[in-house]
Nanobody, 115 residues
Framework: QVRLVESGGGLVHAGESLGLSCVAS????????MGWYRQAPGKEREWVAV???????YYSEAMKDRCTISRDVAKNEIYLQMDSLELEDTAVYYC?????????WGQGTQVTVSS
């Protein structure tokens, strides 16, 4: 059974940085890619960044200059470092993977950016 558990969310001020983590079990991140998505209040879920099975990162236009996705294969864990956070980055951030055509999501971690 694939399980994803996010951590690291919290309350920060605009302009500050925050790092998120997602530990995976039941699958190997060097076999299946993983990604970060977010959902702001009243908005649809959107993707933020993806790291493929080879460790290559891909970023959304909205976040490509302000975040870095990385991984630790030994820990089966991925990370999202976000810098220069803006009020509009307030959202629940979810870890995601697709294994054999099945999508899996973590429970999400809240990131709140205040002025």
């Amino acid at each position: 059974q694939v399980r994803l558990v996010e951590s690291g969310g919290g309350l920060v001020h605009a302009g500050e940085s925050l790092g998120l983590s997602c530990v995976a079990s039941g699958m190997s991140i060097n076999v299946w890619g993983m990604g970060w998505y977010r959902q702001a209040p009243g908005k649809e879920r959107e993707w933020v960044a993806v790291i493929d099975s080879r460790g290559r990162p891909y970023y959304s236009e909205a976040m490509k200059d302000r975040c870095t996705i990385s991984r630790d294969v030994a820990k089966n864990e991925i990370y999202l470092q976000m810098d220069s956070l803006e009020l509009e980055d307030t959202a629940v951030y979810y870890c995601n993977t697709a294994v054999d055509g099945n999508m899996f999501w973590g429970q999400g971690t809240q990131v709140t950016v205040s002025s």
